[in-house]
Nanobody, 115 residues
Framework: QVQLVESGGGLVQAGGSLRLSCAAA????????MGWYRQAPGKQREMIASITTSRDTAYSYSVKGRFTISRDNTKNTSYLQMNSLKPEDTAVYYC?????????WGQGTQVTVSS
């Protein structure tokens, strides 16, 4: 059984920072590419960052240069450092495995950025 649990969301003012964590229970973390997604009200879920087991990273245009994805395999945890937050970053943020079948998802954590 694989479980992903996100934490670190909250309310922050525009320009502020948050760090999200995604803790994985189960051995799959060490072989999985991990991704972070977000879904704003009324919008489709979008992938914003990913990191492979060799720590190659990729970002969506909307967050590149502001967000940083990382992983700690000793802790089975992926992180998303979010800087220079904007009101349009307000969404529920999810982590998920990328290259597994099935794909595993966390329950999501709310990030709200006030203007």
């Amino acid at each position: 059984q694989v479980q992903l649990v996100e934490s670190g969301g909250g309310l922050v003012q525009a320009g502020g920072s948050l760090r999200l964590s995604c803790a994985a229970a189960g051995s799959i973390f060490r072989v999985a590419t991990m991704g972070w997604y977000r879904q704003a009200p009324g919008k489709q879920r979008e992938m914003i960052a990913s990191i492979t087991t060799s720590r190659d990273t990729a970002y969506s245009y909307s967050v590149k240069g502001r967000f940083t994805i990382s992983r700690d395999n000793t802790k089975n945890t992926s992180y998303l450092q979010m800087n220079s937050l904007k009101p349009e970053d307000t969404a529920v943020y999810y982590c998920a495995t990328q290259n597994t079948s099935p794909q595993y998802w966390g329950q999501g954590t709310q990030v709200t950025v006030s203007s």
